[in-house]
């Protein structure tokens, strides 16, 4: 057998031109593979071949071009699977923009689903023909725009895709944001950014063409439609995935896929590996991860105990350390911007707490906070600026993150002023520079990622970050929940504080006397960690806070809800 080459397809064309090109090369390739599962392990598993793919995508696309013009919106509002997938390739076949979303359950439930669809004004909604009565009721009360027709993914459509070629659209998606701090916004990304930052993606994992992407996360998330819809067709990379909620409720699911042959490439957010840490008996568990080849983490705080802890678990079933990939990404960069070399170790390092709080990254050994690096871009540009005077600072100073590369999508969709402020910064005189929000700083030349801009609490002059508030109250208080905490500035009485709430876990509230210990404790480490007091610290019940799409706490969400009285302690309910 020969040795796999990887994979050196061009930027060009569109993503339905890599797929057809793929199919055509080799047909009965398997391409989609989707496993669901039941009590007793797995249930069934579905498959879809590269010629599969293009045909189905195909009949659906001549089923849409007889009710859409290329252009208009195309919402996918169905469960996880392969019929998802085609809904959004066959979008894309028509000619249309994608909106790869979710399945409807009430509108009432889920704001940011409603606020999407009243954003973009979707032409057609597509659901399974199961849904399609469930999908019209949605329609009964009058807040939603009316698509132009609701139709079936999963319908019979042979007859539409005989002799239908295809048409264009430069755009192939939008990808809505999460919502962490504002109303979700549809970021507007090209078949060439697509086809941008898979390349750069590839090259970052030196992914072979027979390797496959292993993936839980949803499909209408970034890191999850580019991982385990995108890069396949791009590509020709098989892709096998599952939902969310299997990976939830049994979390080893996931390690059973990764246990397969060939090269294996995953990601998730920093959360996962903890929840496995937590859930996973690695003795206990019969696995072989050494085809794993890359183990992204991305999409939140990247925490250099779950990177050794994990390491250190797994090792036994094959892990090393080089797999681990700490990276920085974000949807307006359609999802990838920079992660650890390849055949690198993941990259931690002390700095001071107190020089960081003054915008200044220092090495040091008492006092410190650990940051993990997240690598170097590849493909892209990076610079770090100061958000208020938009000049660029030199390596070690803190500020804001600014992008710049064929990634970078094209905009948020009907928000040309916003669009403009943030996609089309000037810098040095170049202009077409992303502004991420996300602060960090270059430390040898590898970047690190401090917090969110708009998150950053300013009490007294000095900067405190909440990821390292919250890391703070994890290591006092181990019974809350370590993934379902958020610190936030509020101001009360003319006084600016850090206001922290925290969901409990499952088991029964404890007794008042230890709620009152825990609170000492916690106010204590703050105290003496961060120099600063706490204007009140809440312990919630599980589910009180809100979180994004893709799991994260919403902290400026939650700082509304705060302030809107929604959020209490559980004491006071």
Known sequence: MNRPQPWSGTADGSLIRHAATQAAADPDRPLFS?????????????RLTRAQTIESARSLGGRLAMVADPGERVAILAPEGLDYVIGFIGAMYAGCIAVPLFAPTSLSSNERLGAALRDCEPTVWLVLRKDVRDAAELLSDGTLPPPREIVPIDGDY????EGFEGRHCDLAYLQYTSGSTRSPRGVMVSHANVIANVRQLVEAFGATEDGTCVG?????HDMGLVLTVCVPLVTGLSSEFMDPVSFL????????????????YTAAPNFAYDLLLRRVQPEETHVDLSRVKVFLNGSERVRAETLRRFTKAFAPHGVTPEVLRPSYGLAEATVFAATTETGGHPTARDFSREALEKGVAQPASEDTVSLVSCGRPIG?????VDPDTREPLVPGNVGEIWLRGPNIAQGYWARAEESAETFGAVLDGVPGWLRTGDLGFEYDGDVFVSGRL????????????????EATIRET???LR?????????????RTGVVVVAERTGRAPSAERDIRALEARVRAAVSERHGTTLLAFDVVRPGTLNVTSSGKVARGACRRAYLAGHIAPEADR
Not at 34 to 46: D, K, L, M, T
Not at 158 to 161: D, K, M, P, T
């Open 216 to 220: 839980w996360l949803p499909l209408h």
């Open 34 to 46: 989707h496993v669901r599962f039941g009590p007793g392990g797995e249930e069934a598993r579905s």
């Open 249 to 264: 409720k049994r979390p080893a699911r996931w390690l059973s896929l990764l246990s397969r042959p060939g090269p294996v």
């Open 482 to 494: 370590p993934d379902r905490m958020a610190a936030f500035e509020v101001t009360r009485d003319g």
């Open 477 to 479: 208080a181990p019974d």
């Open 380 to 384: 892209q540009q990076v610079r770090i």
């Open 158 to 161: 042979a007859r539409w895709g």
């Open 454 to 469: 708009k998150d950053l609490i300013i009490v007294d002059g000095r900067n405190h970050y909440p990821d390292d508030i």
